[in-house]
């Protein structure tokens, strides 16, 4: 027999640095293009630098709330399946 092939196990999702990088350039990017071909005054570059900081932020911001969400989601799994097993053994 065949061995069974390996599996890649399922990326994680990146919490900090990769998540702020990936909003900074689509914030940024957005900014950039959407009045015009290219920011060229020194105000227009501090307001695509800006927009890219919030941009940047906010899907980190995003990342980590949902990160916090599925936390306390298992965890509040976890206490029903406990008190259901409690339940269970009660009425065997």
């Known amino acids: 027999m065949r061995p069974l092939p390996r599996l890649m196990p399922a990326p994680t999702p990146r919490i900090g640095g990769g998540t702020f990088v990936q909003g900074f350039v689509a914030g940024a990017c957005v900014s950039a293009f959407q009045d015009q071909a290219s920011p060229l005054s020194r ?3 501090k307001r695509v630098l800006r ?3 919030q941009g940047g932020t906010a ?3 995003a990342a ?3 990160a916090g969400v599925l936390i306390i989601e298992r ?3 976890a206490r029903v399946q406990t008190e259901q ?4 053994v009660q009425e065997a």
């Not at 097993?85 to 269970?88: G, H, I, L, N, Y």
């Open 43 to 45: 105000t227009e570059l």
């Open 59 to 61: 899907l980190l911001a």
């Open 85 to 88: 097993e409690k339940k269970d």
């Open 51 to 53: 927009h890219g900081l």
């Open 75 to 77: 965890m509040l799994r």
């Open 64 to 66: 980590a709330g949902a």
